[in-house]
């Protein structure tokens, strides 16, 4: 299961990153967005093309392309 797949308000924890880069994990890990993080689906934008997630008190909105390499469990 990975963020495009949680519904509005919907609570999970990040388990793994797929299929990205050093660089993009660097990034991720700068925002606050790391494994066993707590994160909450809080709007799907723009007819599903953008996301924005909450991760420990922090809104962050994302493209699916990105979301959807970022799996999570309930």
């Known amino acids: 299961m990975n963020i495009t797949d ?3 308000f919907d ?3 990040i388990v793994a990153f797929n299929g990205i880069g050093k660089e993009f994990r ?4 700068d ?4 494994e ?3 994160v909450v689906l809080l709007n799907k934008l ?3 093309s953008l996301y924005l997630i909450e991760v420990d008190d922090i809104e962050i909105c994302m493209r699916k392309a990105d979301a959807i390499k970022i799996e999570v469990q309930k």
């Open 31 to 34: 925002m606050g967005i790391y």
């Open 36 to 38: 066993n993080a707590h």
């Open 11 to 13: 609570k999970a924890v």
């Open 6 to 8: 949680l519904n509005k």
């Open 26 to 29: 660097s990034r991720l890990m």
């Open 46 to 48: 723009s007819f599903g």
